[in-house]
């Protein structure tokens, strides 16, 4: 190993991670939350020189996990000469102090491991308040811990109470910065409510899935995004819009979110709501699969599960399974294609099946289209421009109609619009209801028509015909 090594491998914190099986939790299961929880460690920058685990009927509530168990940590933690112990479920303050007491090393929780890692992965403003304030969040019932030097003052006069008077008013700090990120993330709110409203002609799709499972990677893929690409959990945080061309003159807006994972902490999701709420307002949601790696059905249940919490679970949404490349090295493409029939398999960083991909989504995208044909007065360019913002117009001719006067010129528009759209166009266009075909400029013949788009609130018209 060359020098430069030695130094940044030197520069990384040296871990312990401890896991608890009870009842409830499977063997194989505490493996693979634990080989998570090392990966989590890793993107943290530490590495991970021990695994401790421990069968209970019930996670101990003053130290975590038994005395003895402890009196073992503590001995690792002096061989290895351990910077940190992290465990894989969340700590209560009661255990962080009673730990501290005896390990004398840095406590981490896994709700405090994810925040450390959003912490060094935000890069925006907004991105750097949502931790910020999930961090102190998460902090403000932990206080305690940074105040125990206290106890090892001397008692009497003068000396009682100092550091619970100090708590107190670093609770008040906190409550009022936690105040102040609030407002800010609440700016920045109604601000992307601003945005996505002037998004509203384009349908809107996006990428969800558990973190690490190529999101980024399929959004460079499709719109060249430029999006950070790392092998490394939660590499993005920020939420980021790009357009992808679906099929020529078949643009959408595609936004890559943050990654789910098992035990997300609920207050990243507060946080995040600005960031997240591009998942709810989407029209169409790609939940993208790590297919390569061992555990994808359970990181399926848990990006279900999250999306469930979100409001977003009824969303139109087509399952993606990453990395083909690998599946088929492997021989496993055939039988994930009849157990997933309606799936897509992709290979994202080697461009494979991504016009099937394409063909996909703009299918799911129009399922739930509508044809509609309307006569507007020619007059009316505003209407009809907004009609092709909103809609896909199939064919625009001139015609002659008959409204309350004489036959005049009118456009006649036939055009296809998703179900969002078409309530709004049918009741921007009910004010035409009273035009009725005629028969083309300088043709004096009369057609017949079936009109839908001049009427009726519930989207429901009826033939107009014509007799000659």
Not at 175 to 188: F, S, T, V, Y
Not at 252 to 273: A, N, Q
Not at 319 to 346: P, Q, W
Not at 451 to 468: H, K, R, T, W
Request: hydrophobic share 40%; aromatic share 4%.
């Amino acid at each position: 190993m060359d020098t430069n090594s030695l130094q940044k491998s030197a520069r990384r914190e040296l871990a312990i991670l401890v896991g608890v099986q009870t009842p409830s939790v499977r063997e194989v299961d505490l493996e693979e939350r634990l080989a998570e929880l090392e990966l989590l460690a890793d993107t943290a920058g530490a590495n991970v020189v021990e695994r401790v685990t421990q069968r209970l009927p019930h996670i101990v509530a003053s130290t975590y996990v038994g005395k003895g168990k402890v009196d073992e940590i503590k001995q690792l933690v002096e061989r290895h000469k351990a910077d940190l112990v992290i465990f894989d479920d969340d700590l209560s303050p009661i255990q962080l102090r009673n730990l501290e007491r005896v390990l004398e090393c840095k406590l981490v929780d896994r709700s405090g491991l994810i925040l450390d890692i959003f912490a060094r992965n935000a890069r925006t403003a907004t991105a750097k308040a949502q931790v910020e304030l999930a961090q102190l969040d998460y902090l403000r019932s932990r206080l305690t811990r940074a105040w125990t030097h206290l106890e090892r003052q001397k008692g009497g006069i003068g000396m009682r109470g100092p550091g619970e008077t100090q708590i107190e008013t670093d609770r008040r700090l906190i409550g009022r910065r936690m105040a102040l990120l609030k407002d800010q993330l609440a700016h920045i709110d109604r601000q992307r409510i601003t945005q996505r409203k002037g998004r509203r002609t384009l349908t809107r799709v996006s990428l969800v899935g558990y973190t690490n499972a190529g999101k980024s990677t399929l959004m460079n893929a499709l719109a060249d995004a430029g999006v950070l690409t790392e092998n490394r959990l939660f590499a993005t945080l920020d939420a980021t819009t790009r357009q992808v061309l679906l099929a020529p003159n078949k643009p959408v807006l595609m936004t890559d979110t943050v990654g789910f994972i098992r035990k997300l902490p609920h207050k990243l999701i507060e946080s995040f709501k600005s960031t997240l709420d591009e998942v709810r307002e989407s029209d169409v949601l790609l939940h993208v699969v790590d297919a390569s790696h061992p555990h994808f059905e359970d990181h399926i249940k848990v990006v279900r599960e999250t999306l469930n919490e979100l409001g977003a679970l009824d969303k139109p949404t087509l399952m993606v399974f990453n990395k083909l490349d690998v599946l088929e090295v492997r021989g496993l493409v055939s039988a994930l294609r009849i157990e997933y029939a309606h799936a897509t398999f992709v290979s994202a960083l080697r461009g494979i099946g991504l016009e099937d991909l394409r063909k996909q989504v703009l299918a799911l995208i129009e399922s739930d289209y509508v044809e509609r044909e309307a006569l507007l007065p020619v007059a009316e360019a505003k209407s009809r421009a907004h009609v092709h913002r909103v809609a896909e117009v199939l064919s625009e001719e001139t015609v002659m109609a008959t409204g309350h006067g004489d036959p005049e010129p009118v456009v006649r528009l036939r055009y296809r619009a998703s179900g969002e759209n078409a309530p709004e166009l049918d009741r921007m266009l009910s004010r035409f209801a009273h035009f009725v075909l005629d028969g083309p400029v300088g043709d004096g013949a009369v057609n017949s028509a079936t009109l839908a788009g001049n009427g009726g609130e519930d989207g429901a018209f009826s033939p107009i015909v014509e007799e000659e």
